[in-house]
Antibody, heavy 125, light 109 residues
Framework: QLQLQESGPGLLKPSETLSLTCTVSGYSVINSYYWAWLRQPPGKGLEWIGSIYYTGNTYYNPSLMSRVTMSIDTSKGQSSLKLNSVTAADTAVYFC??????????????????WGRGTLVTVSS | QSVLTQPPSVSAAPGQKVTISCSGSRSNIGSNSVSWYQQLPGTAPKLLIYDNNRRPSGIPDRFSGSKSGTSATLAITGLQTGDEADYYCGTWDTSLSALFGGGTKLTVL
């Protein structure tokens, strides 16, 4: 059974860099899937941050692209997220998930089938 | 404000049917497939529907999805108290972004 587990600091100060790791177990990251990061501010909806393929190919949310870097370590079964220059608006539960992506003709199917439990990151001075 | 529009809340009695709408545009729902997620309080989202109307293994057939033009709908029949949750639609946009609706809170009266 595929399991994902987020880890990283839960409290940051404004202007610091958020760094999170997603450890995948029960499945090799070396496969035809993207691995995604998403977040959910307290009491609000879901926001996609970006996705990375095992080859290192990435897609980022345009609204966060200037501050986001994702990486993948296939030998460790881990993907990582870095978000720099954080503010209070970046306070959220951060989830990692497996993203399934296919294209038939011009129609893209893109969804997230396995999710980690999420980790709360608070940005406060 | 989300690009995909969902009603903030819906409610129905146990055993009844409820539908949740998700409205987008030609660049997202109009061009690509829709997925739906259920988020129980304090938990991670769970995939309910993918590719507009397909259910992952283990999802009961009380949950169904449909899409027409730039809108999609999630239907839940035989409502149970355990269905109380937030529901999100999701899709891909031609701007190369994954999008979500703002979420709909389902109350089973």
């Amino acid at each position: 059974q595929l399991q994902l587990q987020e880890s990283g600091p839960g409290l940051l100060k404004p202007s610091e860099t958020l760094s999170l790791t997603c450890t995948v177990s029960g499945y090799s990251v070396i496969n035809s899937y993207y691995w995604a990061w998403l977040r959910q501010p307290p009491g609000k909806g879901l926001e996609w941050i970006g996705s990375i393929y095992y080859t290192g190919n990435t897609y980022y949310n345009p609204s966060l692209m200037s501050r986001v870097t994702m990486s993948i370590d296939t030998s460790k079964g881990q993907s990582s997220l870095k978000l720099n220059s954080v503010t209070a608006a970046d306070t959220a539960v951060y989830f990692c998930a497996r993203a399934l992506n296919s294209k038939v003709g011009e129609v893209v199917t893109y969804y997230f089938d396995y999710w980690g439990r999420g980790t709360l990151v608070t940005v406060s001075s | 404000q989300s690009v995909l529009t969902q009603p903030p809340s819906v409610s129905a009695a146990p055993g009844q049917k409820v539908t949740i709408s998700c409205s987008g545009s030609r660049s997202n729902i109009g061009s690509n497939s829709v997925s739906w997620y259920q988020q129980l309080p304090g938990t991670a989202p769970k995939l309910l529907i993918y590719d507009n109307n397909r259910r992952p293994s283990g999802i009961p057939d009380r949950f169904s999805g449909s899409k027409s033009g730039t809108s999609a709908t999630l239907a839940i029949t035989g409502l149970q108290t355990g269905d109380e949750a937030d529901y999100y639609c999701g899709t891909w946009d031609t701007s190369l972004s994954a999008l979500f609706g703002g979420g709909t809170k389902l109350t089973v009266l």
